[in-house]
């Protein structure tokens, strides 16, 4: 898989200088904390959009059935899931859509339960609609996340509490859940009438023979739900691609759909319809290969970490292409374990904290890159501590 060649020309934000200086005290680092790949996109991709621009021009599109076909087939294909078109919204991205359902489908002061360790932009949406974050912590035994279902129990039970926002496969801490958590959610939600937001954008990197379900498997069990998803962390098209609200509930979907098109959101963008639509049909090659690579620089860490008989412990993704460090072993203060990392490493990591104090003393590291960049990477924090 070749590297993109213009990293160093493009306006990325994970090398963007200011947001260097600010969150990391300096410019010259090597970037390894925004979520997105270091890759070329996919051949037939690229090939598509120069065939779409090529003599062309971009008057108002829609979606063709194409579009919607290729999509069926991929979600068939990939997740045996039996994906209705007509429940599918089109958003600029899932921030858009998780602010649309804490606005429209609960009220300011509603309770708003969220599993950290966990996306950071979950906490700050509920915050600025006005509702009330409520934690389910993730258990961490023996190397491992676990859901605290009786915790989670506790917390769906509170009157004030209206809906829950799970991550599948989670980020930062790598697990895909199983078919088995997935159904004690969906019994949960249905005991306590709580909406499920369900976010599945990681859901295309599985790692070591796990395996991803989707909640719309259990969409006939309980249908008031929202699966917020993309391709673009799949295919490496952050900057291009939108989002996708997957809604089975006729009301539920209506009413996101009203708030899209109030604010006229969701036209076509022609260019992001070619790239979606060539990933459904030729991206899976691509997107094994990406697999495999991320598995190799997983395996490249817990070389590094055993070579060095190093203190820091690699949390094992079963998903994802970012690993969750822990450095408990060698600090007790989380921001001076940034600093010593960062200022020592020149590594730009994502402090576990902005993932909320149950990520204190943990770091995430973006390995969607080269064998080479993340034997570097690794080498350079465990000579940091």
């Known amino acids: 898989m070749k590297l993109d060649t213009k990293l160093k020309e493009l306006p990325l934000v994970k090398t963007k200088p200011a947001s260097l200086d600010h969150l990391f005290g300096g410019q010259d680092l090597q970037s390894m904390w925004v979520a997105d790949s270091d890759f070329q996109i996919a051949a037939p991709i690229q090939q598509a959009l120069i065939e779409r621009i090529t003599d062309a021009g971009f008057g108002y599109e829609y979606k ?106 989670h980020n930062p801490v790598g697990r895909v859940w199983t078919k088995s958590e997935l159904s004690q959610i969906i019994d949960i939600c249905q005991r306590y009438n709580l909406l499920l937001i369900s976010d599945e954008i990681h859901k295309d990197i599985t790692l ?45 979907r209506k009413t996101v759909s009203d708030t899209l098109k109030k604010y006229h959101l969701g036209r076509t963008n022609a260019l992001t319809r070619v790239a979606l639509e060539t990933a459904y049909r030729q991206g899976e090659a691509w997107l094994s290969e990406l697999r495999q690579i991320i598995e190799e620089n997983v395996s490249i860490i817990e070389e590094e970490l055993h070579h060095a008989k190093s203190s820091i412990k690699l949390i094992r993704p079963e998903g994802t292409f970012q690993v969750w460090l822990d450095f408990r072993a060698i600090f007790s203060d989380t921001k001076l374990m940034f600093k010593q990392v960062t200022q020592n490493s020149q590594v730009a990591l994502n402090a576990g904290h902005w993932y909320g104090r149950e990520g204190a003393l943990f770091m995430r590291m973006n390995i969607a890159t080269s064998a080479e960049q993340v034997r570097q990477g690794i080498q350079k924090v465990i000579g940091a501590v």
């Open 208 to 252: 070591f023979g796990h395996s991803f379900t989707s909640m719309l498997h259990y969409a006939k069990e309980w249908d008031k739900l929202v699966v917020c998803t993309s391709e673009a962390k799949s295919f490496n098209l952050p900057g291009i691609m939108d989002s996708l609200a997957i809604i089975p509930n006729d009301n539920i």
């Open 64 to 169: 063709p059935d194409s579009l919607f076909e290729a999509q069926r087939t991929w979600y068939k294909r990939q997740y045996d899931v039996d994906l209705v078109p007509e429940y599918i919204l089109y958003s600029p991205s899932i921030p858009t859509t998780l602010t649309f359902a804490m606005e429209e489908l609960t009220a300011p002061g509603d309770g708003i339960i969220i599993q950290p360790p966990v996306w950071n932009d979950f906490r700050n949406i509920i915050r600025r609609t006005k509702r009330k974050v409520d934690k389910n912590l993730l258990k961490l035994l023996d190397s491992r996340y676990e859901i605290d279902f009786e915790d989670l129990e506790e917390k769906a039970s509170a009157p004030n509490n209206k809906a829950l926002i799970i991550c599948n496969p």
